[in-house]
């Protein structure tokens, strides 16, 4: 069975860290893009960063360019999302997907995305 199980998330003051991550089982993350998505209470699923398969090329909301950073350690079969100078508004349910689609760009999030992950809660609050 092919899953995604992300972890990392909590409570965290605003202006903190977290570091999020995304592990697969059941398939190797090697041929696959993978994204990180987040929907907060009350608004529509958004788009967050994405990498390619080789780690050669990201992708990054406006909201949280310069303060998030994708990377991946396919040894590991893992996706991190760091986080940094968080915000309240940056408080969601945050997914990670796969797909096979290696073009990376702001249209990667509209694609088809085989596997989902369950969602990890990050809270940003003081």
């Known amino acids: 069975q092919l899953q995604l199980v992300e972890s990392g998330g909590g409570l965290v003051q605003p202006g903190g860290s977290l570091r999020l991550s995304c592990a697969a089982s059941?398939?190797?993350?090697?041929?696959?893009?993978i994204g990180w998505f987040r929907q907060a209470p009350g608004k529509e699923r958004e788009g967050v960063s994405c990498?390619?398969?080789?780690?050669?090329?990201?992708n990054y909301a406006d909201s949280v360019k310069g303060r998030f950073t994708i990377s991946r350690d396919n040894a590991k079969n893992t996706v991190y999302l760091q986080m940094v100078s968080l915000k309240p508004e940056d408080t969601a349910v945050y997914y990670c997907?796969?797909?096979?689609?290696?073009?990376?760009?702001?249209?990667?999030?509209?694609?088809?995305?085989?596997?989902w992950g369950q969602g990890t809660l990050v809270i940003v609050s003081s």
């Open positions: 997907a796969a797909s096979r689609d290696q073009l990376i760009s702001d249209s990667w999030y509209s694609g088809y995305l085989e596997v």
């Open positions: 990498i390619s398969s080789s780690g050669g090329s990201t």
């Open positions: 059941g398939f190797t993350l090697d041929y696959y893009a």
